[in-house]
């Protein structure tokens, strides 16, 4: 199975600040279709998780262009640029490109 | 506006049965697989089945394969999840999810103790 590794796994952030969170894969995630499945999520608390970026970059429909997502292969960061307060839970890279389908283990997310 | 509704969940015994629906509205739902994944207290997300629009292909983790099976009724816009033999690890919360993870279900408890 592809294992991702997410660091680091808490981030403690001010308002207005610029966060990276890094995701890597065991295996490269580029498919043999030329896609690559690398999907971020934000959980927040006592909340089912929602997708932000899909296919390593694309933006989701309606979340805020303040997250950026960006890599290749087995690297991979989601950029927050600009942290609200309502940016905090935890973020969870997922693939898509292997199976089974693999979550990273997440990154906690604080305000300070 | 996409919704996904679980229901079924509960406190069973372990070795029991439980089934899990998932009602979805505001899209086609028989254009699109549609996923279980699992979430035990204070863990991680974990996949554990996948199944494709027309119920052609159906996948599932290691860890359920034997003893859940993901099925679907598209007349009636419903994902099912039965599982047999559960077991404490089992203890979580279950969410249903559409194809590309772009919609997700409030979620069912199963909590499975003695």
């Known amino acids: 199975d592809v294992v991702l590794t997410q660091t680091p796994p808490t981030l403690s952030a001010t308002i207005g600040q610029s966060v990276s969170i890094s995701c890597r894969s065991s295996q490269s995630l580029l498919d043999s279709d030329g896609d690559t499945y690398l999907n971020w999520l934000l959980q927040r608390p006592g909340q089912s998780p929602q997708l932000l970026i899909y296919?390593?970059?694309n933006l989701e429909s309606g979340v805020p262009n303040r997250f950026s997502g960006s890599g290749s292969e087995t690297d991979f960061t989601l950029k927050i640029s600009g942290v609200e307060a309502e940016d905090l839970g935890v973020y969870y890279c997922m693939q898509a490109t292997h199976a089974p389908l693999t979550f990273g283990s997440g990154t906690k997310l604080e305000i300070k | 506006e996409v919704q996904l509704v679980e229901s079924g969940g509960g406190l069973v015994k372990p070795g029991s049965s439980l089934k899990l629906s998932c009602v979805a509205s505001?899209?086609?739902?028989?254009?699109?697989?549609m996923h279980w994944i699992r979430q035990a207290p204070k863990k991680g997300l974990e996949w554990i089945a996948l199944i494709y629009y027309d119920s052609s292909n159906k996948y599932y983790a290691d860890s359920v394969k034997g003893r859940f099976t993901i099925s679907r009724d598209n007349s009636k816009n419903t994902l099912y999840l039965e599982m047999n033999s559960l077991r404490s690890e089992d203890t979580a919360m279950y969410y249903c999810a559409k194809w590309v993870m772009d919609a997700w279900g409030q979620g069912a408890s199963v909590t499975v103790s003695s």
């Open positions: 505001g899209f086609t739902f028989s254009s699109y697989g």
């Open positions: 296919s390593v970059s």
